[in-house]
């Protein structure tokens, strides 16, 4: 069964997938008050607190101006057509995956719905197009999942399930 939903485009050769705009507005949201509790610290704390002040502003600064390049951006997570899947939403954002390099692809459960694990032939192949820091979060994550490329339900607009069969409907035969 297939839900319309603004942030899925279906057409016969070709799917898009944006990530619910409430995302990375909840993200921006909770990056500026770390940001804030991260400046208040630094600003009236004693050594303690500047060190801890300096981390908070680190960590939440760089996952608030990440959430808000993603809301100006607006990049799609995913876009499918008869000659592959262009990944930018997962862990590793693979990039273009022709179908050759792509094998099963399955939803695993997770907490908020299901996971669309998207399974590649060449794991290492596909992590040597990312940068080093993504490609070791994306050997954990084949070692647990099988596969780097995993959009989580966070994510996902509409269920995982009805990703995995738009995709698996664009596949082309023999593929």
Request: aromatic share 2%.
């Amino acid at each position: 069964m297939s839900t319309e939903h603004p942030a899925v485009t279906r057409e016969p050769d070709r799917l898009e997938v944006r990530a619910p705009r409430t995302a990375p507005v909840v993200t921006l949201v909770t990056g500026v008050i770390g940001l804030a509790a991260g400046v208040w610290l630094l600003l009236t704390g004693g050594t303690a607190g500047v060190v801890l002040g300096v981390v908070l502003v680190l960590f939440f600064g760089v996952g608030a101006v990440r959430a808000a390049l993603r809301l100006v951006r607006g990049a799609p997570l995913l876009i499918a057509t008869r000659e592959g899947v262009d990944d930018g939403g997962s862990i590793v954002a693979a990039g273009f995956l022709p179908w050759s390099e792509i094998g099963t692809i399955d939803v695993l459960p997770a907490r908020g719905g299901g996971m669309l694990v998207i399974g590649v032939r060449d794991p290492e192949a596909v992590l040597a197009r990312t940068t080093p820091g993504r490609a070791r979060v994306g050997r954990a994550q084949a070692g647990r999942l099988g596969s780097p490329v995993v959009l989580p339900p966070t994510l996902l607009p509409v269920p995982a399930d009805e990703l995995a069969a738009d995709l698996e409907r664009l596949r082309p035969d023999g593929a």
